[in-house]
């Protein structure tokens, strides 16, 4: 409406314009109406110059409004109507179409703004890499899986595996890869999968990453309880009788040995027999008790979690262990960074295990000059909570590494092979890991990944 009243306005005054034009050339031609001839033409300057204006009025508000859209400056406001008739209208035509703009470009960077959300709170890494190697990490749970290391080029990848590095640039659109990555000194399994997309006519490759390490644990530690359940069961079932009959077999020899008194050789002969039923008794007690201590790996209750500071339980240990390893020569070397240091956890099962890797440690030094244990607590590059027990022994062979967590394999002479399996389901139920790495000048290492 405001556009068709200007254009009537416009084309009035044009009218007028030509009409005293018209009247103009009528007076020049008259002899003795020079005042009139004056006073027209005045009249038509004015008309002229008032056209003008209103033309350059206009010009000067559209050209405000076509910056104000070009540039989304959505705060502009057209208020014309002190500049005349039709200006109004006008202004208000331009001010209720940079407020449908701004609706459009709020809503669109309301959903630009849901979408980033949603993919910064995706718990699945994401990246891009380029035709040039760059990469692009996208959301807060890549940025957690790299931690503070630079990841801006594809070469930036090997320092979480050469093989890591080489999937990420081989793998083809749509392939799904099972990769080893390395992190903090420990290895986990990823899943990668790969697509292409293509923005702008610029080709990237979008990788997804899902840490299943956790999920194969998980697995692993099932199956291992459902055959420790079966085999106990089983070897229960067997192991019980013999062991009653045993029992039951050496009060027979008694009572057969004082009813045979008079015949020595009997005698010897039932005695004997008592040695062998007692052997046979002591083994299947034995068995029954080795048996037993397995039980412990499919029964393990829930963590109880609660918030413990690190210091004070260090503290403890610390006092623990200098009176044990009094006699033996060995230190115990602590350190917690930040000392504010608190975890989420099990007090109960942290400890024991705690109490259970500082022994394995010191037994490993039973033949180490300058015997020492470190205890230290720290977060790791990536923020997660990392205990580490660490000594200066022989270390554990690469061939024996991979099977220490192994459920009932030990390479000591009395051991059970129960603690490092207990210890890695403590860590399992915790939603963490423990690891064996090798100590910088030498030994053992073992992190607890919280």
Same mark, same amino acid.
């Given at each position: 409406?405001?556009?068709?009243?200007?254009?009537? #306005?416009? !084309? &009035?005054? @044009?009218?007028?314009?030509?009409?005293?034009?018209? &009247?103009?050339?009528? #007076?020049?031609?008259?002899?003795?109406?020079?005042?009139?001839?004056?006073?027209?033409?005045?009249?038509?300057?004015?008309?002229?110059?008032?056209?003008?204006?209103f033309v350059q009025r206009t010009n000067a508000e559209i050209s405000r409004f076509l910056d104000a859209a070009r540039y989304a400056d959505?705060?502009?406001?057209?208020?014309?109507?002190?500049?005349?008739?039709?200006?109004?209208?006008?202004? =208000?035509?331009?001010?209720?179409?940079?407020?449908?703009?701004?609706?459009?470009?709020?809503?669109?960077?309301?959903?630009?703004?849901?979408?980033? +959300?949603?993919? =910064?709170?995706?718990?699945?890494?994401? @990246?891009?890499?380029?035709?040039?190697?760059?990469?692009?990490?996208? *959301?807060?749970? !890549?940025?957690?899986?790299?931690?503070?290391?630079?990841?801006?080029?594809?070469?930036?990848?090997?320092?979480?595996?050469?093989?890591?590095?080489?999937?990420?640039?081989?793998?083809?659109?749509?392939?799904?890869?099972?990769?080893?990555?390395?992190?903090?000194?420990?290895?986990?399994?990823?899943?990668?999968?790969?697509?292409?997309?293509?923005?702008?006519?610029?080709?990237?490759?979008?990788?997804?990453?899902?840490?299943?390490?956790?999920?194969?644990?998980?697995?692993?530690?099932?199956?291992? $309880?459902?055959?420790?359940?079966?085999?106990?069961?089983?070897?229960?079932?067997?192991?019980?009788?013999?062991?009653?009959?045993?029992?039951? /077999?050496?009060?027979?020899?008694?009572? +057969?040995?004082?009813?045979?008194?008079?015949?020595?050789?009997?005698?010897?002969?039932?005695?004997?027999?008592?040695? /062998?039923?007692?052997?046979? !008794?002591?083994?299947?007690?034995? #068995?029954? $008790?080795?048996?037993?201590?397995?039980?412990?790996?499919?029964?393990?209750?829930?963590?109880?979690?609660?918030?413990?500071?690190?210091?004070?339980?260090?503290?403890?240990?610390?006092?623990?262990?200098?009176?044990?390893?009094?006699?033996?020569?060995?230190?115990?070397?602590?350190?917690? =960074?930040?000392?504010?240091?608190?975890?989420?956890?099990?007090?109960?099962?942290?400890?024991?295990?705690?109490?259970?890797?500082?022994?394995?440690?010191?037994?490993?030094?039973?033949?180490?000059?300058?015997?020492?244990?470190?205890?230290?607590?720290?977060?790791?590059?990536? %923020?997660?909570?990392?205990?580490?027990?660490?000594?200066?022994?022989? %270390?554990?062979? /690469?061939?024996?590494?991979?099977?220490?967590?192994?459920?009932f394999f030990t390479t000591k002479r009395e051991g059970s092979g129960v603690g490092l399996a207990l210890t890695r389901q403590v860590m399992?139920?915790?939603?963490?890991?423990? *690891?064996?790495?090798?100590?910088?000048? &030498?030994?053992?290492?073992?992190?607890?990944?919280?």
């Amino acid at each position: 409406m405001g556009f068709k009243r200007f254009s009537v #306005l416009l !084309a &009035g005054r @044009l009218v007028f314009i030509m009409l005293m034009l018209m &009247g103009l050339s009528y #007076l020049v031609t008259i002899p003795g109406y020079h005042a009139a001839t004056f006073l027209a033409f005045c009249v038509l300057v004015f008309l002229v110059v008032e056209v003008y204006q209103f033309v350059q009025r206009t010009n000067a508000e559209i050209s405000r409004f076509l910056d104000a859209a070009r540039y989304a400056d959505f705060s502009q406001r057209f208020r014309m109507h002190d500049l005349g008739a039709g200006f109004g209208e006008l202004g =208000e035509t331009f001010t209720d179409i940079l407020k449908r703009f701004q609706e459009v470009r709020a809503g669109q960077e309301k959903e630009l703004r849901h979408l980033k +959300a949603l993919v =910064e709170h995706v718990p699945v890494p994401l @990246l891009s890499l380029y035709s040039d190697g760059a990469l692009t990490v996208w *959301n807060n749970a !890549a940025r957690r899986l790299f931690g503070s290391l630079s990841t801006t080029h594809l070469n930036d990848l090997a320092q979480f595996g050469t093989v890591f590095q080489k999937e990420v640039a081989e793998i083809g659109p749509g392939d799904r890869r099972l990769v080893a990555f390395y992190a903090d000194e420990v290895e986990q399994q990823m899943m990668l999968v790969a697509t292409k997309i293509i923005i702008d006519g610029k080709p990237e490759k979008l990788f997804s990453l899902q840490n299943i390490q956790s999920e194969l644990d998980v697995a692993q530690l099932q199956a291992w $309880q459902d055959l420790v359940r079966v085999l106990t069961h089983e070897i229960m079932n067997s192991i019980t009788p013999v062991a009653s009959l045993a029992k039951t /077999a050496v009060d027979l020899v008694d009572d +057969a040995a004082r009813k045979v008194t008079d015949n020595p050789e009997v005698v010897a002969e039932l005695g004997d027999v008592k040695d /062998a039923v007692n052997t046979v !008794a002591r083994r299947s007690d034995k #068995l029954n $008790q080795f048996v037993s201590s397995y039980r412990s790996l499919t029964r393990l209750p829930e963590p109880k979690k609660k918030l413990i500071r690190l210091q004070d339980m260090f503290n403890e240990l610390t006092t623990l262990f200098e009176k044990e390893w009094r006699n033996s020569g060995i230190r115990l070397n602590v350190v917690i =960074e930040p000392d504010e240091l608190d975890i989420s956890a099990d007090r109960e099962m942290l400890e024991q295990v705690l109490i259970n890797m500082l022994q394995n440690a010191g037994q490993a030094l039973s033949d180490t000059p300058d015997s020492t244990v470190w205890l230290a607590a720290r977060l790791n590059r990536r %923020g997660r909570v990392t205990i580490e027990i660490a000594d200066n022994g022989p %270390g554990v062979p /690469a061939d024996l590494a991979k099977r220490i967590f192994v459920p009932f394999f030990t390479t000591k002479r009395e051991g059970s092979g129960v603690g490092l399996a207990l210890t890695r389901q403590v860590m399992t139920a915790h939603g963490g890991s423990v *690891n064996l790495g090798e100590r910088e000048g &030498g030994g053992a290492k073992f992190s607890l990944i919280f």
